[in-house]
Nanobody, 119 residues
Framework: QVQLVESGGGLVQAGGSLRLTCVVS????????MGWYRQAPGKQRVSVAH???????YYADSVKGRFTIARDNAENTVYLQMNSLEPEDTAVYYC?????????????WGQGTRVTVSS
């Protein structure tokens, strides 16, 4: 079973930055499209950004220009650099692979990493 381990969250003031890290325990990591999701209090989990195995990226409009997704296939790791953070970015952030339908690929999610942005 693939394990997803997220880290890097914390408390930051508006305008600050954080870098999230997700380590994936899969020998097939390099072929996955990997995504970051977030779940704000009382809301559904939504996609934030994803990156294909070849490095093509996609961003939700709400984070475009502020967040950058990257990956290191040698380390089975995907990153999310978050700049100019806003209180609306407060959420628990998760990573997962994305299947051909655009849905999360792995049924088992990691524990997530909490990001809190104070105003």
């Amino acid at each position: 079973q693939v394990q997803l381990v997220e880290s890097g969250g914390g408390l930051v003031q508006a305008g600050g930055s954080l870098r999230l890290t997700c380590v994936v325990s899969s020998s097939s990591f390099r072929v996955y499209t990997m995504g970051w999701y977030r779940q704000a209090p009382g809301k559904q989990r939504v996609s934030v950004a994803h990156i294909t195995g070849r490095g093509s990226t996609y961003y939700a409009d709400s984070v475009k220009g502020r967040f950058t997704i990257a990956r290191d296939n040698a380390e089975n790791t995907v990153y999310l650099q978050m700049n100019s953070l806003e209180p609306e970015d407060t959420a628990v952030y998760y990573c997962n692979a994305i299947d051909a339908r655009g849905s999360p690929q792995f049924n088992s999610w990691g524990q997530g990493t909490r990001v809190t942005v104070s105003s």
